[in-house]
């Protein structure tokens, strides 16, 4: 990606993920939230985005794992590999991410009912 050189826009913005089991889904940057199990979801070209807390909560009664990470177009980055969740548990990622045009948030669920809220910046210079 080009550093940006005219006009753009920065905007706060969240998306879902509901009811992911045991799959994969990468979270969506168009406003409109993911459908569970599909993985194709990129940022898109000329967009930076800045992931400012993700939640991820288990509605099932039973302990669960889940895994998250960054597909950057080649390789698979894990930045959450196998992380316990407890039944009726909340787990918070409060670190700051950078995404560029091509890369995949990916979340992965071992089994069961999990929800994932993402808040980020979406940095437009389309």
């Known amino acids: 990606m ?7 826009t920065e905007v706060l913005y969240r998306t879902t993920i509901n009811g992911q089991a045991a799959d994969a889904t990468s979270f969506r940057w168009d406003r409109t939230n993911a459908t569970t199990g599909t993985e194709t979801y990129a940022v898109p070209a000329l967009h930076i985005i800045t992931v400012v807390s993700i939640f991820i909560n ?3 009664n039973d302990a669960r794992e ?3 990470l960054i597909n950057d177009g080649a390789n698979d980055i894990y930045l959450i590999n196998d992380q316990a969740i407890g039944g009726d548990a909340t787990f918070i990622l409060n670190d700051r991410l950078v995404l560029v045009a091509g890369d995949k948030l990916i979340f992965r669920a071992s089994a069961g009912n999990l929800d994932a809220y993402c808040s980020f910046i979406d940095q437009d210079w389309s």
């Open 2 to 8: 080009a550093i940006p050189s005219g006009s753009g």
């Open 58 to 60: 288990n509605i099932d």
């Open 66 to 68: 889940f895994d998250l």
